[in-house]
């Protein structure tokens, strides 16, 4: 969406027709695990080699403005593509090598450190190779058996996308950059019920469309955040899962000044979910849920100018079991957004 008025929300809408696109996955891994005692330490080793190809094919974008509004929406009827546009394949080849080790010290005490080494090739319009060494680290404390503190460290390489089709170098794959995460937390378990409550930082490169509307890697963004999550048996009959999000997320590089302290786009700053299900003990074989799924408002671009509102679906389900013959069997049913919520996907 496009030369907008913040106002009315009345715009320009540039869709991008592709086709003819083809992707392919290979990846290939192999491991060894063993324990292995010293002293008083127990260690869990893991040594392991994998490789992962990606393979992709597509086609340049055929471009259609259509009006839109960012407030109220209008469907759009579908737009027949007249001309393929050939794009050369592009390939990605992440090769790495890696070794963890669980120890534990006693029945209180675990240190988890691992190293991984990474070779990172990308072969398309351009190439770019990395070659990084990860290292993570975690200490979990066991004050009670049903009870845990943890705090842990990594580094990664992590791949940081591909220009939009509307960029002037459209399609291009980007190079890959390091991100690094730090987490504190807790997990307990209270009868058949897990409780986890975390507070994390994660700092991760970030990309931006400069003044010659290229697709760039310049920049870097924070996500600081607490997490909470709890899953479990409520009752012999009645189970749960719900989860909750709260995100503090900003640019904090870049260079563009404007920019530095907004949220990036795209980032909602409260997520949740509650999911219920029910077992009837009237009827063994039956079970039915319900959820609600939320999202909270996001930027629609990296200067704040506008917010998408948040939104809430729920869903609702039910399942049954039952013995046909030697086989068991299981139907279920789901609906998804059973309001018919109105939203928008993503912004951005």
Do not use: C
Not at 24 to 35: P, S, Y
Not at 161 to 186: C, D, I, M, Y
């Amino acid at each position: 969406l496009q030369n907008y008025d913040l106002v009315t929300g009345a715009g320009t809408l540039s869709m991008f027709l592709t086709r003819d696109q083809k992707y392919r996955n290979d990846n290939v891994r192999a491991e060894l695990a063993g324990v292995v005692t010293t002293g008083p330490a127990t260690h869990e080793l893991t040594l392991g080699w994998t490789r992962n190809e990606r393979w992709q094919r597509g086609t340049g974008s055929q471009v259609v403005a259509v009006p839109q509004n960012l407030y109220a929406p209008v469907a759009i009827a579908p737009r027949a593509i007249t001309q393929p546009l050939a794009v050369a394949p592009s390939t990605i080849t992440d090769t790495g090598v890696y070794l963890f080790d669980r120890i534990a010290l006693g029945e209180r005490w675990q240190v988890l450190a691992g190293l991984r080494h990474s070779d990172y090739e990308s072969v398309g319009a351009t190439r770019f190779v990395a070659d990084d060494l990860s290292p993570s680290i975690a200490v979990i404390y066991k004050p009670a058996p049903n009870l845990s503190v943890y705090a842990t460290w990594l580094k990664g390489l992590e791949e940081s996308g591909t220009a939009p089709a509307n960029r002037a170098n459209a399609f291009e794959v980007l190079p890959p950059a390091e991100s690094k995460q730090a987490e504190l937390g807790v997990k307990a378990e209270l009868r058949d019920v897990v409780l986890q409550l975390a507070a994390f930082q994660v700092d991760r490169p970030s990309t931006y469309v400069n003044a010659q509307n290229v697709f760039v890697l310049d920049g870097e963004s924070r996500y600081r955040g607490v997490e909470f999550s709890a899953a479990g048996e409520l009752a012999p009959e009645l189970s749960l899962v719900a989860s909750g999000l709260w995100l503090d997320a900003e640019v904090t590089r870049g260079q563009t000044a404007a920019l530095i302290g907004r949220r990036p786009e795209n980032t909602a700053k409260v997520t949740g979910s509650l999911f219920l299900e029910w077992r009837p003990a009237a009827v063994p074989r039956l079970a039915l849920n319900v959820g609600a799924f939320h999202t909270g408002d996001r930027a629609v671009n990296p200067a704040n100018q506008a917010f998408i509102d948040g939104y809430t679906v729920g869903t609702l389900g039910a399942r049954y079991g039952w013995r046909f013959g030697g086989t068991e069997l299981t139907a279920q049913l789901n609906v998804d957004n059973v309001t018919g919520e109105e939203y928008w996907s993503t912004a951005g």
